[in-house]
Every structure is written in C-alpha cells, then in structure tokens.
C-alpha cells in the first residue's frame, strides 16, 4: 500500500469491541478467517455454492454519532502510545473524502489543540444482507453458527500520517473503523460480494474499495462473486444453470493490484475522481481546517454539495454542541 501512497502512511495502533451503546472495549480483536481460506490461497479449488438469499434474523444496527466509542477508547486506554494527534475521527469520514465528490456534513470541534472531526449522516445505517451472509461464512467457527445479532462491531484504532507538502510538515490523524476479519498472520482483510471483477467494478466501486482498505489498513480485500436473479442473469441459464443470488468464484486482490487497476481503468474517465485526488482532497481539506478552526473551543460546521466543489463554512454552537459534550466528557482537558 505505503509504495501507492508514499504520501500517507497508516499505521494500526489498537483493537477494540463496540457494543450497541457504543461503549468500547479495549484490546479486542477482529474475527479470524477460517479454513475456507484455502479457497483464496488455491485458484484451481472448486468454491462451494454459497447461497446469500437468506433471511437474516432481526438484528441490532444503530447509528453511532459524535466518535463515542473512539472517544470512550480514548478515556479507557489515553492516547495511544502517549502521543497526542493532530486530528481525531472515524474511518469513513477519510474514505469519503478521499474516493467520493457526496454531498457531506463535517462536525469540527476544537479542544486542548486537538481537531475533532466526524462526518454527520442523517441517513439510517443500511444492512448489506448479501456480505453479512459471506463475512459470516469466511469468520464462523462451527457450521451451524448463528449470525451475530448483538451489534457488536470489531474496530481497529489507526493513525494516519498524511504529507502536508509544505516544508516537509505531516499531520496525524487519529481515527477508528471497521476490520472485516484478519489471517493466521494478523493482517487485515476487507470483504466484498460484487457482481463481477469487469468494467462496473474498476470504473464505479474500486476506487471506494480501495480507500475504504486502504484506511483500514488492510494487505488484501477477498471478493465473493456472485449471481444476480433468474432469469436476469444469464448466468442462472442452462447450461450453466448457475444457482440464482450464490456466491460461485472467490478472488484475493492485493492493494496494489487493486490501486493499479483502478488507476488505469480511471485514468480512462477524466470526469470521475482519480485515485491521487483523494490524498489532495484530504491534505486540501485538513489545510482548511487550519484555516479557520484556530481556537480551542471552536465549533464549526463544514458542507459541500453533491459533486464537490467549495465547501460552505460556518460557526454554529449550537450544532456541535453534542459533539462538543462527548469530548469533555471522555478527553481530559
């Protein structure tokens, strides 16, 4: 990853567990992926038909605000390593910036010298039916295990040191995300269920992949190829009668082959995002910051328009005010 992105460098700090409250516990791993591995290690083994047409049984997804289990990671363990970062927020606020033009509200909160940052979305977490069932298939330790319901979330704590290319000057970023699962040798690996690995995954999903894995820091992401719906997807025809809605072909793409590829598959559309505009668009964006959020006990509120643009910068007390809450409540001042 480090020789695509010379310019930001992600390093895993810590582990932890998240409940459905979003309190954190430390020092927690991921789950580990299991003897289905052997799929992805040996190209020439048959995969099993996976069916993902499942009903998932009811479960526990609520949306996490205001960083609190990485402000409550935070209050338990100190900063990590006894450094205090630049910035702190959450994965998926860096992996937008840096692989989408969305429409996107920033909460930015100032305090003891340190930016607290996290992306606002009013919109409902959405379960992905189709890569909770896979995930589970590569993560379960007996057969019959049952899908997790509880809400748990298995996250890392990273730091990302990005090159302001001025002097030689680097920002660190404190932040926390998601791990899909990790191998027998501790490295992350996202999972994905797509379509296919042709021109609609290089042109409209690599760059997110990349990005989202990227900042997890990830080695590898373990697609699962499936079938669309009878009789839609030719696929599902005879001869090939391939079973509807099943994961039938695994692929392991290494980071580097995945930023390649996209890279040239992007290049291509000069009117999409290109894989260096997200490190531009994150140093461009945290140059900002410094900008106008100069005081501790600042709040502002930072928006852009769907398809980038200026962002709209504004203070607003009132806005962040929860935000604010949760980091006294959690960071000693």
């Known amino acids: 990853m480090r020789e695509n992105n010379p310019k930001i460098y992600v390093e895993t700090l810590g582990y932890c567990h998240v409940d459905s409250e979003f309190n ?37 997804n609520n949306k996490e605000n205001n960083l609190k289990s990485l402000l ?55 379960l992905a039916n189709f890569l909770w069932v896979f995930r589970h298939h590569l993560t379960k ?52 269920v797509v379509a296919g690995a042709g021109i609609v995954f290089w042109e409209a999903k690599s760059i997110l992949f990349y990005w989202q894995s990227f900042f997890g820091n990830s080695t590898h992401i373990l697609l699962g190829i499936r079938t669309g719906n009878y009789p839609k997807d030719r696929r599902t025809w005879p001869p090939k009668s391939l079973p509807p809605l099943s994961v039938f072909k695994v692929q392991k793409m290494s980071l580097t082959k995945l930023y390649k590829g996209a890279e040239a598959h992007l290049s291509k559309l000069p ?50 005010a929860d935000f604010k809450n949760e980091i006294f409540r959690n960071i000693p001042i």
Do not use: C
């Open 72 to 126: 409550d990671y935070i209050r338990q363990k100190g900063w990590p390593n006894g450094i205090q970062p630049d910035f702190v927020t959450h994965k998926q606020l860096l992996q937008k910036l840096a692989s989408t033009y969305e429409e996107m509200e920033i909460y930015v909160v100032k305090m003891n010298g340190v930016v607290f940052m996290y992306k606002n979305n009013a919109v409902e977490p959405r």
């Open 271 to 320: 009117y999409k995002k290109q894989m260096n505009d997200g490190y531009e668009d994150i140093r461009g964006f945290l140059s900002i910051i410094r900008e106008h959020v100069k005081n501790d006990g600042d709040g502002f509120v930072f928006s852009r328009n769907e398809g980038g643009g200026e962002w709209t910068i504004r203070r607003d007390e009132e806005a962040v």
């Open 141 to 192: 330790e007996t057969e019959n295990e049952p899908i997790e319901t509880d809400g748990t979330v298995r996250k890392g704590v990273f730091n990302a040191s990005i090159d302001m290319g001025s002097g030689g000057k680097r920002e660190n970023i404190l932040y926390s995300g998601k791990i899909d699962l990790i191998d027998d040798n501790y490295r992350h690996n996202d999972v994905k």
């Open 24 to 60: 954190a516990t430390p020092g927690l791993l991921p789950k580990r992926l299991n003897d289905n591995k052997r799929f992805f290690e040996n190209p020439n083994l048959r995969v099993p038909f996976i069916n993902l047409d499942i009903p998932l049984p009811e479960m526990v």
